[in-house]
């Protein structure tokens, strides 16, 4: 039999180890609840596979303490004002990272670096000048490491795995137990239907709780922000952000698919080596049919002026264009800096920089017909052969 996992000895030994017991609130115990309950459902946990899911829960419940105190602390921080964020989304595998990286060398923008959100999100308490922070090592070793364990992930996901890279902000999510990673990470086909259902306000309320803290700490002109999950939780983040401007991502879904199956399928042999192909294939889609189902829902009730659609091919064969575009779309300056800047990181780390990524619908048990009927509303509405909607 295996190991069964259970929420409140967590609880318990993040108040053990922190000395603090107000975790500001009590809802993240629902997700915590449907995280556990997924995970002795959908694997097989034994000691050699429960490890980082055990180190991550933690964490996350070390975080909500130590960042509540913080705020407790120093109460300004809630005073702090996010103007205009800038939320990059659209499906998996559709463009959002590159997108989000190119946006995040324009020296006027903050974005979130992994090693400040994937882990530990409490800034030290201070920085002396040109004094690195200890955050960053550990978390470029610790994403070395798991490309060491899996190098084909490198293709995948290596433009997101660097620790001073662009992070997605459904981190932030996760202190409420709502991220989508680790469902596609892991195989963990109940979470992630309960992420795809569940109520995400009190989520996207600890999302700004903890931007506030990082601009509190680092500020600059604009947020610039990204995570597919906020096809979900659209209405729950206008609800949190009015003014947001969005960046909606589009490319064919089946290509789009067929690169999400299989990067689903490689992080899971990774993480757990149980590798269901097929239950995958028929899943993820299902998932990101009711989530774009979702955000269309409230897309298409905003004003041009607050979103901007992308297109897969227009990014890819026009990068800066494309840029300028979004800039141009939003009255953001592009200066000679910004251009140059992305002109630059473009040399430099061209595709295959990361290693190649190829996967064959038939090996993923995909049916091009299967998913052009599935995705049926969204190729009415976007021709994303063409980049024209």
């Given at each position: 039999m295996g190991i069964k996992l259970v929420s409140q000895p967590f609880i318990d030994n993040a108040v053990k180890t922190t000395g603090l017991e107000d975790f500001g609130g009590d809802t993240f115990k629902q997700g915590l609840k449907a995280l556990t309950t997924s995970l002795n459902n959908d694997l097989y946990l034994t000691?050699?596979?429960?490890?980082?899911?055990?180190?991550?829960?933690?964490?996350?419940?070390?975080?909500?303490?130590?960042?509540?105190?913080?705020?407790?602390?120093?109460?300004?921080?809630?005073?702090?004002?996010?103007?205009?964020?800038?939320?990059?989304?659209?499906?998996?595998?559709?463009?959002t990272t590159i997108t989000h990286t190119l946006m995040a060398l324009d020296p006027l923008s903050r974005f979130l670096r992994n090693f400040e959100s994937a882990a530990a999100v409490c800034p030290p308490p201070s920085l002396m000048p040109h004094q690195p922070d200890h955050r960053i090592q550990a978390g470029h070793d610790a994403m070395e490491g798991l490309f060491s364990m899996g190098p084909e992930l490198r293709g995948i996901n290596g433009i997101n795995f660097m620790a001073l890279g662009t992070a997605e902000c459904q981190n932030l999510m996760a202190h409420e137990f709502v991220h989508a990673g680790w469902s596609a990470g892991s195989s963990l086909f109940g979470h992630g239907n309960w992420v795809g259902d569940c109520d995400m306000d009190q989520a996207y309320n600890w999302h700004k709780r903890l931007l506030q803290m990082f601009q509190w700490?680092?500020?600059?002109?604009?947020?610039?922000?990204?995570?597919?999950?906020?096809?979900?939780?659209?209405?729950?983040?206008?609800?949190?952000?009015?003014?947001?401007?969005?960046?909606?991502?589009?490319?064919?879904?089946?290509?789009?698919?067929?690169?999400?199956?299989?990067?689903?399928?490689?992080?899971?042999?990774?993480?757990?080596?149980?590798?269901?192909?097929?239950?995958?294939?028929?899943?993820?889609?299902?998932?990101?049919?009711?989530?774009?189902?979702?955000?269309?829902?409230?897309?298409?009730?905003?004003?041009?002026?607050?979103?901007?659609?992308?297109?897969?091919?227009?990014?890819?064969?026009n990068p800066i264009g494309s840029m300028k575009g979004i800039y141009k779309h939003f009255d953001i300056p592009f200066s000679t800096t910004i251009e140059k800047r992305m002109k630059v990181w473009l040399r430099d780390n061209p595709r295959s920089k990361f290693g190649s990524h190829s996967c064959k619908a038939a090996q993923l048990g995909l049916d091009p017909n299967r998913e052009k009927e599935r995705f049926s509303f969204y190729l009415k509405q976007f021709n994303v052969n063409r980049g024209e909607a």
């Amino acid at each position: 039999m295996g190991i069964k996992l259970v929420s409140q000895p967590f609880i318990d030994n993040a108040v053990k180890t922190t000395g603090l017991e107000d975790f500001g609130g009590d809802t993240f115990k629902q997700g915590l609840k449907a995280l556990t309950t997924s995970l002795n459902n959908d694997l097989y946990l034994t000691e050699g596979n429960t490890g980082y899911f055990e180190q991550m829960i933690t964490q996350i419940l070390v975080n909500r303490l130590q960042v509540t105190q913080l705020i407790k602390d120093h109460p300004e921080i809630i005073n702090e004002k996010i103007k205009n964020p800038i939320f990059i989304m659209g499906l998996p595998r559709t463009g959002t990272t590159i997108t989000h990286t190119l946006m995040a060398l324009d020296p006027l923008s903050r974005f979130l670096r992994n090693f400040e959100s994937a882990a530990a999100v409490c800034p030290p308490p201070s920085l002396m000048p040109h004094q690195p922070d200890h955050r960053i090592q550990a978390g470029h070793d610790a994403m070395e490491g798991l490309f060491s364990m899996g190098p084909e992930l490198r293709g995948i996901n290596g433009i997101n795995f660097m620790a001073l890279g662009t992070a997605e902000c459904q981190n932030l999510m996760a202190h409420e137990f709502v991220h989508a990673g680790w469902s596609a990470g892991s195989s963990l086909f109940g979470h992630g239907n309960w992420v795809g259902d569940c109520d995400m306000d009190q989520a996207y309320n600890w999302h700004k709780r903890l931007l506030q803290m990082f601009q509190w700490k680092s500020p600059n002109e604009r947020w610039v922000l990204k995570a597919p999950i906020h096809l979900f939780g659209l209405k729950n983040l206008f609800k949190t952000y009015p003014d947001a401007r969005i960046i909606f991502t589009h490319r064919d879904p089946f290509e789009a698919m067929m690169s999400g199956v299989s990067m689903v399928s490689h992080w899971t042999q990774l993480t757990t080596g149980q590798v269901d192909i097929p239950a995958i294939a028929d899943w993820y889609p299902t998932l990101w049919v009711k989530g774009l189902k979702r955000a269309l829902e409230v897309r298409n009730k905003l004003s041009n002026e607050q979103v901007f659609d992308l297109f897969h091919t227009d990014l890819s064969q026009n990068p800066i264009g494309s840029m300028k575009g979004i800039y141009k779309h939003f009255d953001i300056p592009f200066s000679t800096t910004i251009e140059k800047r992305m002109k630059v990181w473009l040399r430099d780390n061209p595709r295959s920089k990361f290693g190649s990524h190829s996967c064959k619908a038939a090996q993923l048990g995909l049916d091009p017909n299967r998913e052009k009927e599935r995705f049926s509303f969204y190729l009415k509405q976007f021709n994303v052969n063409r980049g024209e909607a």
